[in-house]
């Protein structure tokens, strides 16, 4: 397994920014039962690395795959160095479709929070930023994070979600897992 890393704003009830408090993102979502969204959509939990893009040494540390540039970078030492500053910030680590279950990974410092499904060039949560797939998912399939809990079951939805909506660009997702940092960004 590749693991990879990024800092990502907190979205909660504490948030009122953008126009989306988090009462309207909850209201909008059907997500009632959320206590905080800890998710790798870019718009929802803001991608908080600034890479130098016309630094080719960033261009080592940036992660992308096919043509996109994921918001996944390859060092923790990047990610601290480019981090923009914020007093409260979600530290993460990442795995780009996990070929086993991750909840018994133990990575030290952080805590394993589920999986997100990224439409295919990492930016839109086809769980928790499009409006809901009913037909693929249900709002008490996502934790209380916005992740999924259970490596089959994300696997399962990703498929479904395809399938019930193929022409749709953000059902076609990557499954990724995802863990926090326990006291960094806290």
């Known amino acids: 397994m590749i693991f990879l890393y990024t800092a990502r704003g907190t979205y909660d ?3 009122d920014e953008d126009g989306m408090s988090w009462d309207k993102y909850i209201e909008w979502s ?3 039962h959320l206590t905080e969204l800890v998710s790798l959509d870019g718009m929802l939990n803001e991608i908080l ?4 893009y016309d630094n080719a040494d960033d261009w080592n540390y940036i992660h992308i795959v096919e043509q996109y540039q994921t918001g996944f970078f ?3 030492d990047f990610v601290f160095k480019r981090l923009k500053a914020k007093s409260k910030f979600n530290l993460l680590t990442v795995v780009l479709e996990p070929d086993k279950d991750c909840k018994n990974i133990n990575v030290e410092g952080y805590e394993f929070i589920g999986y997100d499904l990224l439409d295919q060039d990492f930016s839109i949560s086809a769980l928790t930023n499009c409006g809901g797939f009913d037909e693929s998912f ?5 934790n209380d ?3 999924i809990d259970d490596f089959t079951k994300a696997y399962e939805i990703k498929k479904r979600l395809l399938e019930n909506n193929p022409e749709e660009h953000h059902a076609d997702t990557n499954v990724i897992a995802v863990w ?3 006291t960094i960004g806290r």
């Open 30 to 32: 059907k997500l009632t």
């Open 138 to 142: 249900l709002p008490a399939d996502v």
């Open 49 to 52: 690395v600034d890479p130098d």
């Open 74 to 76: 390859t060092t923790l």
């Open 145 to 147: 994070k916005g992740l």
């Open 13 to 15: 009830s504490t948030y």
């Open 180 to 182: 926090r940092h326990k």
